[in-house]
């Protein structure tokens, strides 16, 4: 008997792998990109998801299945399906793509607890956050009356963040218990201080912007937020700050910090210089208070009082014009950028720079006039029923006077008055690491962007317990064993910081931390 002839299977594979093939091309053609963009552009998931699931029930309804089935029998046969029933199993693949898709990539990532599938899974979620948050930004949000709206929060955990819109806001109080912004050039510092001082404007403060920098695009953006919120602020880089309000004391005091002494000698003279050329009526001008520091001026002013007289003459000369020429340094830089006729008490909002912008080396000495100067506002001059805030942006260029600078972050909170500082980096807080550990002790909130050595800020948020996983590998596999100890982390990790985008900021008040997209001052401002 003869057998019958054996057919070779191959062409029946290939048949039935390309109709396989053709099969779940919908799916992975429609799944694929659509579950990569869903992850990449941190779409909301549930949409797809029901949107895929309603079009796979209507597949399902006009015989989907069945004819999937079909098809897949027929390819294991290799038949070629027919032209209907092949369209009407694509589409049931397509639709049953589109709703696994929003699905996939958290299957993916949860199968295991690896290093690699965590660390995916972070960078998933982190962008996901980044992009919800950004979109979240264009809506309207809620105004209430006695919190500060900052922004989007890029994590949901916490109990100052609004668990439905996800957005995170803080006490108005919490400024008067001072705070710091600090972060890379570029990184959206000082348009979330501008955010601060809309906030702060809109729950009726003062406010006033101090400018190392004297930036006048920053000018135009803080007169653009006072004047959204109705108030006229004034522009002290076009109408000059009056300095020389306050008593004698105050202002000798002013004039002394913008000056740093060698010896408690030289100090004393110059006291005393000022302290002549001032007398009971205080100049108006550095041009003034020069003019006066003259010996034979000062000998005429004071010949009431014989002994100020003679102390005035005895005065060797040179230690004399030592002091003058000091003083007439400091006229040149100023100017008369602060001989003006208003002050902090004449306004509820006002732009206040630093000197002028092309004698940028004098800074430091206008600045520490000017801490004083919001030292003695605060403390002797401001109605007490108003609360305000003062942001001094580009603080490294006043902190060089650490004195002026200390005293006015400690002691101005219980005078109802709240301090924001702007800063590049831990360095610009101060000249030593005393000047800084103090300034950041005083501060209650802490705003980091972006920054490369994030170390010492982040570490003001503590450290929390965690356990730390050790993994075994052979080769490149991981075997399934480990190894886990207690160990203490920074609540915030520097690598997070270092990773922020522009806007994105974490925030530090008390022994909490959120990281959050800042939301910018309101449309049209700036």
Not at 91 to 116: C, N
């Amino acid at each position: 008997m003869t057998e019958p002839p054996v057919r070779d299977p191959t062409p029946l594979v290939a048949v039935a792998a390309a109709a396989l093939a053709l099969l779940a091309a919908p799916a992975v053609l429609v799944g694929g990109p659509l579950a990569l963009l869903i992850d990449r552009r941190g779409w909301r998931r549930w949409p797809a998801a029901l949107a895929g699931s309603l079009l796979t029930g209507a597949c399902t309804l006009a015989g989907g299945p069945g004819a999937y089935a079909a098809a897949l029998e027929g390819a294991s046969r290799g038949t070629i399906p027919r032209p209907g029933a092949a369209l009407l199993a694509a589409t049931f693949a397509a639709a049953a793509g589109v709703a696994v898709a929003p699905v996939a990539p958290v299957l993916a990532r949860h199968r295991d607890e690896h290093e690699a599938t965590q660390h995916g899974r972070e960078l998933s979620r982190r962008r996901r956050a980044s992009r919800q948050a950004t979109r979240r930004l264009r809506r309207a949000w809620p105004l209430p009356p006695d919190r500060t709206v900052l922004g989007a929060a890029l994590d949901r955990a916490g109990a100052c963040t609004r668990p439905r819109a996800a957005i995170v806001t803080v006490p108005d109080a919490l400024w008067q218990r001072q705070a710091l912004v600090v972060g890379e050039t570029g990184s959206g510092k000082t348009v979330t201080a501008l955010a601060i001082a809309s906030e702060t404007l809109r729950a009726g403060w003062d406010v006033y912007w101090v400018d190392g920098k004297a930036d006048r695009d920053v000018a135009a953006q803080f007169l653009a937020v006072a004047r959204h919120w109705g108030v006229a602020a004034l522009d002290g880089g076009r109408r000059p700050l009056d300095g020389w309000r306050g008593g004698p004391d105050s202002v000798v005091n002013r004039l002394l910090a913008t000056q740093m002494f060698t010896e408690p000698y030289y100090a004393g003279i110059a006291r005393n210089v000022l302290r002549w050329a001032v007398g009971l009526d205080p100049p108006h001008a550095f041009g003034e208070l020069v003019e006066r520091m003259d010996k034979r001026v000062l000998r005429r002013a004071w010949r009431h009082d014989a002994a100020e007289a003679e102390k005035i003459r005895r005065l060797p000369d040179a230690e004399f014009l030592g002091a003058r020429y000091r003083y007439e340094g400091v006229a040149w830089a100023v100017g008369t950028s602060l001989d003006g006729d208003w002050s902090y008490e004449d306004t509820r909002a006002a732009y206040v720079p630093v000197g002028r912008p092309e004698h940028r080396n004098q800074a430091a000495e206008i600045g520490a006039f000017l801490l004083e100067d919001l030292l003695h506002w605060a403390m002797a001059r401001k109605a007490p029923s108003r609360r305000a805030l003062v942001v001094i942006d580009e603080f490294s260029k006043l902190a060089a006077r650490p004195d002026a600078a200390v005293d006015l972050v400690e002691r101005v909170r219980s005078f109802g008055v709240g301090v924001v500082l702007i800063g590049q980096t831990w360095a610009s807080l101060g000249p030593s690491d005393t000047i800084r550990e103090r300034l950041a002790g005083t501060v209650g909130t802490v705003l980091i962007h972006q920054l490369k050595a994030p170390e010492r800020l982040v570490a003001l948020a503590g450290t929390e317990r965690t356990v730390e996983r050790s993994e075994q590998t052979e080769g490149v596999a991981p075997t399934g064993r480990a190894t886990q100890r207690v160990a203490r982390r920074f609540v915030v990790s520097p690598d997070a910081v270092r990773t922020l985008g522009c806007g994105e900021a974490v925030l530090i008040t008390g022994a909490s931390a959120r990281r959050l997209r800042v939301r910018p001052p309101p449309r049209g401002v700036g």
